[in-house]
């Protein structure tokens, strides 16, 4: 598929051609060159350069992009496109991989249509999440092929070669890459773009999860891995798993660490495996690389994932060779390896003299206060001086991801308990069932409303919980780089939808006591507040007021959300 929109240096054109890329401008292209007709995701660092990207190559051609209310619901729009007979891409971050296990699980068994790939997005040093968990264990959990680029040309490439690889064995397949990853840049050599393709439904082909199909459908997995792990010895795959250097110490570099190695020690004082198969894993090649070393130092980004792998690899082998990693305490097990890290361990394990690198300051956006007109601040502001002045006693403050992460900050410092998204009304029904006599608060963004926090209303809906509920409802993703959230009028691709307000979703649900505020009326908010933190039973406020820097972006510090 082709388009002629441009896209700075990503304007698309049949035919191959060579071209410098960052690492999100490689995967975007590669989707749109494998002719991809869907792409579906929920905002949050380092996915969204890659999917705002999409959206704007997507203007001219048959393909669609859009933000869904959450991961689960864009990988099954992706998963439902596939089934049709059509190319499509779910991207989520590290946290956002756990919400699309549930339909994956069974994605794995019953098998897919056209090629399928997860852009899984992680954080590691979670500069923007509330962990900084790792997306191959759950790739692996759910038993689907991984593979990491370490760089541009490898993540266009790889890209490419996944959607084939999805559709030989009718399995999704995970393509894990880090924020580092996003920001390099290397020269890219395009692949001619893949024909288009019709929609097409296939009645005969079984689509349907069934009970007494499970364990015949779970063997047939198992083989498909089979094959797949021997696919990874042999050519295109052989291209990501290079060899380069001499001697008998090895470094084995999974995904981006390659670059970071390479970048840090051009010189080839050990041998070095640059791993883009993360599972299954080669185990040929491996063999014959860990018998040509006396030790080895593995490199990955979170988990001892390849480490524990190769670790067992070597006994059931045989191998005499010494394995290093964040097991044995040579490599860190917390946190990202940036440069200087890398660095640091090649010149303290591998005696090497190396010149430091810089590594580029990372910022933490839940650090930073809320900014001057902020529409966030007066309702607190409001909150804070009744309490103050002692006309309600101070709520326990149930809060969200989001910008929500900022109440921690001064000047108010009353953000007493946030966990994952979607969980702060959830986690207010607990807390009120538990007993305790303090007024509960619990406060979300409109986004996260409608991500997963809406199935927390139904809920207390249903027990009639005796909390408040506070939507915060500013008219964009804030953190993420100010996308248009669901309900907000609008599609990723800018086309005019119907609102959706929080408020008749209430009143559907039989909450009487709902309200609507300007988040800018502050003597408003302090006589609603007075009001509700009065009288009993579930009360829901939406305060509704416009961030003052959609336009600016002035708000957006790292692309990223916590």
Same mark, same amino acid.
């Given at each position: ?11 698309? %054109? ?6 410098s890329l960052?690492?999100s ?11 991809v ?12 350069e890659?999917v ?31 089934l049709?007979?059509?190319r ?5 971050k590290?946290v956002?991989?756990?919400?699309i ?11 897919i ?13 979670s ?36 959607f ?5 064995h009718?399995?999704?397949?995970m ?7 996003t ?16 929609a ?5 082909v079984?689509?349907?999860a069934?009970?007494?199909? &499970?364990?015949?459908d ?17 050519? !295109? ?31 080839? $004082?050990? %041998? ?11 185990e ?20 001892p ?6 670790r ?13 990693g964040?097991?044995?305490?040579? &490599? !860190? ?40 007109g ?24 149930v ?5 929500l ?5 001064? !000047? ?5 308990v ?16 538990s007993?305790i006599?303090?007024r ?8 996260v409303?409608?991500h ?20 915060m409802?500013?008219g ?17 691709m800018? $086309?005019?939808?119907? !609102?959706?307000?929080?408020? %008749? &979703? ?8 709902v ?8 003597s ?9 933190f009065?009288? %009993? ?5 939406? &305060?509704?007021?416009r961030c003052?820097?959609? $336009? ?11």
């Amino acid at each position: 598929m082709a388009t002629k929109r441009k896209d700075e240096n990503l304007e698309l %054109k049949d035919g191959s051609e060579k071209m410098s890329l960052s690492g999100s401008e490689g995967i975007a292209r590669a989707v749109v060159d494998a002719g991809v007709k869907v792409a579906a995701a929920y905002p949050g660092g380092p996915i969204t350069e890659i999917v705002e990207k999409l959206i704007r190559l997507a203007g001219a051609g048959d393909f669609y992009v859009e933000w869904s209310n959450c991961e689960k619901v864009a990988f099954e729009v992706a998963l439902g496109c596939s089934l049709a007979g059509r190319r499509s891409v779910i991207a989520a971050k590290h946290v956002g991989i756990n919400h699309i296990l549930d339909p994956l699980m069974t994605a794995n068994l019953t098998g897919i249509g056209a090629g399928l790939v997860i852009l899984a997005g992680d954080d590691p040093g979670s500069y923007g999440s509330q962990n900084e968990q790792d997306s191959r264990l759950l790739g692996a959990f759910a038993e689907i092929p991984i593979l990491e680029p370490a760089t541009p040309w490898q993540g266009y490439r790889m890209t490419r070669q996944a959607f084939r690889l999805s559709e030989a064995h009718r399995l999704p397949v995970m393509i894990r890459y880090v924020a580092d990853y996003t920001a390099s840049t290397s020269s890219v050599s395009l692949e001619t773009t893949a024909p288009d393709a019709r929609a097409a439904f296939d009645r005969n082909v079984r689509r349907s999860a069934l009970p007494a199909l &499970v364990v015949v459908d779970h063997a047939a997995l198992h083989e498909k891995l089979r094959k797949i792990a021997m696919s990874f010895e042999q050519p !295109p795959y052989q291209i990501f798993n290079p060899i380069s250097g001499g001697g008998r110490r090895g470094i084995i570099a999974g995904g981006h660490l390659a670059a970071r190695v390479r970048a840090c020690s051009p010189n080839d $004082e050990f %041998k070095l495996l640059q791993l883009g198969t993360l599972f299954p894993l080669p185990e040929q090649q491996l063999t014959d690389f860990l018998s040509r070393v006396d030790s080895v130092y593995v490199l990955e980004e979170v988990e001892p994932f390849l480490e524990n792998q190769i670790r067992s690899l070597a006994q059931r082998q045989g191998l005499d060779v010494k394995i290093f990693g964040k097991t044995t305490g040579h &490599v !860190p097990w917390e946190g990202d390896l940036d440069l200087q890290e890398v660095a640091r361990l090649l010149s303290d394990e591998f005696g090497q003299s190396l010149n430091q690198p810089d590594t580029p300051a990372r910022a933490y956006p839940s650090l930073q206060p809320f900014g001057d007109g902020c529409s966030y601040a007066p309702f607190f502001s409001g909150l804070q001086q009744l309490i103050a002045d002692n006309q309600i006693a101070r709520p326990i403050v149930v809060g969200e991801t989001g910008c929500l992460v900022r109440l921690n900050n001064p !000047p108010f410092e009353m953000l007493d308990v946030k966990y994952s998204m979607g969980s702060s009304i959830g986690l207010a029904c607990g807390l009120w069932r538990s007993g305790i006599e303090d007024r509960i608060l619990a406060v979300a963004g409109d986004s996260v409303f409608f991500h997963t926090g809406i199935n927390g209303l139904i809920n207390a809906a249903h027990h009639q919980a005796d909390i408040v509920v506070v939507i915060m409802d500013n008219g964009t993703v804030a953190l993420t780089g100010f996308q248009v959230p669901i309900g907000g009028g609008a599609t990723a691709m800018g $086309e005019a939808v119907r !609102p959706i307000y929080p408020e %008749k &979703v209430a009143e559907s649900l039989g909450i009487e006591k709902v309200y609507t505020l300007d988040a800018f009326d502050e003597s408003a908010i302090r006589q609603t507040l007075q009001v509700v933190f009065s009288q %009993k039973g579930l009360s829901l406020l939406v &305060v509704r007021g416009r961030c003052p820097y959609i $336009e600016t972006r002035r708000c957006r510090a790292t692309g990223v959300t916590e």
